[in-house]
């Protein structure tokens, strides 16, 4: 890597990554799990390969963004050669949730377990992104008055122009649902789920958070994205479950607790139900690890 590519922000008070910009050229970086705690932006300039991202694999080539939430578990395996640049920002530094209104790309670029986790930059956006990263790389180098909040307008930029794209580009999904109301009621469902599922498990809960009756929310759901409340709420359960079984050596009983579940048997049986395994043979015969050495045999 050449390291003046490399421009890095560091919190002061505690450390750690603030805010990062690289440009890389191999695949050393993202060769094996990543599972930050800060967003991750990977803009594939060149190259394609297989996207390895929760329990899915995709598809990525030229002029791919790639977008992780923190903790979200992903690792690329290129084809060819990769070149592209990456940008790493903490939420400290700048908090989605805290911006949706101002961003709305929570739900569009990060924590959507719905869509692939890739945009296609146009060739009338790439332009526009060089520009912005460049932009940020000259600001990083420069010290002066209010340099984080300049840093953050940049970002906020950036990651409106790319939400804008893959919402453009998901309209096919979007003419499908020409009600505008019941669509935006579903994203609110998907974020309230997001925001939720480790405290609140029913369909219920979800119906009095927006303010709807289970019924209603229930065929809305049905209707468009051809699942069940219940589905959706365990769906998003069972991926954190699995994150947590394979990516740490936590006690079943603690990650049970720790998504809501005071009994460990019952989210054990909740567990099998849903993925037809126990957890503990979930974390002693599934996950990145054991899948990348079975396929590097």
């Known amino acids: 890597m050449n390291t003046q590519n490399t421009l890095t922000l560091v919190n002061p008070q505690n450390g750690n990554l603030a805010f990062k910009v690289f440009a890389f050229e191999t695949n050393d970086f993202f060769d094996h799990i990543q599972r930050n705690n800060y967003y991750t932006l990977i803009w594939i300039q060149k ?15 030229n002029n ?8 979200q578990p992903f690792m690329l395996i290129p084809e060819n050669g990769l070149k592209g640049t990456a940008i790493q920002f903490h939420p400290d530094f700048f908090c989605i949730h805290k911006h949706q209104q101002e961003v709305a790309c929570n739900g569009v ?17 790439q332009s526009t992104l060089q520009m912005i990263i460049e932009q940020m790389k000259s600001e990083m180098q420069n010290t002066a008055l209010a340099q984080y909040e300049l840093l953050i307008s940049y970002l906020k930029i950036f990651l409106i122009t790319v939400a804008r794209l893959k919402t453009d ?59 069940t409340l219940t589905f959706l709420i365990s769906e998003r359960i069972i991926i954190e479950a699995k994150r947590e079984l394979y990516l740490t050596n936590k006690p ?11 009994d460990e048997y019952y989210f054990s049986r909740f ?15 599934v996950g990145f690890d054991r899948q990348s050495s079975l396929n590097a045999d």
């Open 169 to 227: 580009q998901q309209i096919e999904a979007r003419n499908a649902t020409s009600n505008l109301q019941e669509p935006f009621i579903l994203q609110s469902l998907k974020e309230a789920i997001e925001k939720n599922y480790k405290e609140k498990h029913t369909a219920s809960d979800y119906a009095a958070i927006l303010n709807i009756t289970a019924k209603a929310l229930a065929k809305i759901a049905k209707t468009h994205l051809n699942k």
């Open 252 to 262: 079943v009983k603690q990650i049970a607790y720790e998504l809501g579940y005071d």
């Open 64 to 71: 791919n963004l790639l977008a992780f939430s923190p903790y």
């Open 109 to 125: 670029l990060f924590n959507n377990i719905y869509q692939p986790p890739t945009v296609t930059i146009d060739e009338n956006s």
């Open 47 to 61: 190259g394609k390969g297989k996207l390895k991202a929760d329990f899915s694999d995709y598809k990525f080539s």
């Open 271 to 285: 567990f099998k139900t849903n993925t037809d395994v126990s957890p503990q043979i979930y974390r002693n015969t």
